[in-house]
């Protein structure tokens, strides 16, 4: 079974400090990892991809990969009250076509 | 840009109406384009993968003769929920990958449906 693991939280943090985000997932072999973020009563929204072992940067957000952990994090620095929302995680597994394996998701919230 | 819309955002119908919803690329082209269904506070969970010109492609448990999938063209997909119940209300929200590139899903902003 593929499988994209996340904890649901509530995962609380004050306002100006880092956010760590973590997901796991079991194929060792997959290529290609997103990060989506998802307001209450909204749609999904890609925040950030990541294809290679290490970190990549964008602006606040930090995607880290570790390919022979099988686990992916984003971290948010200086987190603002308007980062409150779910954080999913999603894989692209081989063999799956063009169809991603999104996690349960993160609720982030950052109070003021 | 990777803009998708939906339309329409938010549908009441009476059980067992049929309800249609489109998916549209604006900005790219959608060879493929996924349909998933959310309800309040669990995530999100993918119904079928529609491709431009074949049938689609339904997850296990989706009944394809109620979830109708037609992907005509390569920016416009349409899901049509047929003889809606109650249980059917939810948040039907689509995606899809811009043709050529690697798998970023891009998605609509959904359409809420309520049955009642």
């Known amino acids: 079974q593929k499988e994209v693991e996340q904890n649901s939280g509530p995962l609380s943090v004050p306002e100006g400090a880092i956010a760590s985000l973590n997901c796991t997932y079991s194929d060792r072999g997959s290529q290609s990892f997103f990060w989506y973020r998802q307001y209450s009563g909204k749609s999904p929204e890609l925040i950030m991809s990541?294809?290679?072992?290490g970190d990549k940067e964008d602006g606040r957000f930090t995607a880290q990969l570790n390919k022979a952990s099988q686990y992916v994090s984003l971290l948010i620095r200086d987190s603002q009250p308007s980062d409150s929302a779910t954080y999913l995680c999603a894989v692209k597994y081989n063999n799956a076509g063009n169809m991603l394996t999104f996690g349960g998701g993160t609720r982030l919230m950052v109070k003021p | 840009g990777a803009v998708v819309s939906q339309h329409p955002s938010r549908v009441i119908c009476k059980s067992g109406t049929s309800v249609k919803i489109e998916c549209r690329s604006l900005d790219f082209q959608a060879t493929t384009m996924f349909w998933y269904r959310q309800f309040p506070k669990q995530s999100l969970m993918l119904m079928a993968t529609s491709n431009e010109g074949s049938k689609a492609t339904y997850e296990q448990g989706v009944e394809k003769d109620k979830f109708l999938i037609n992907h005509a063209s390569l920016t416009l997909s349409t899901l049509t929920v047929t003889s809606a119940h109650p249980e059917d209300s939810s948040f039907y929200i689509c995606?899809?990958?811009?043709?050529?590139?690697?798998?970023?899903?891009?998605f609509g902003p959904g359409t809420r449906l309520t049955v009642t």
């Open positions: 995606s899809a990958n811009r043709d050529g590139q690697t798998y970023e899903q891009y």
């Open positions: 990541i294809y290679s072992n």
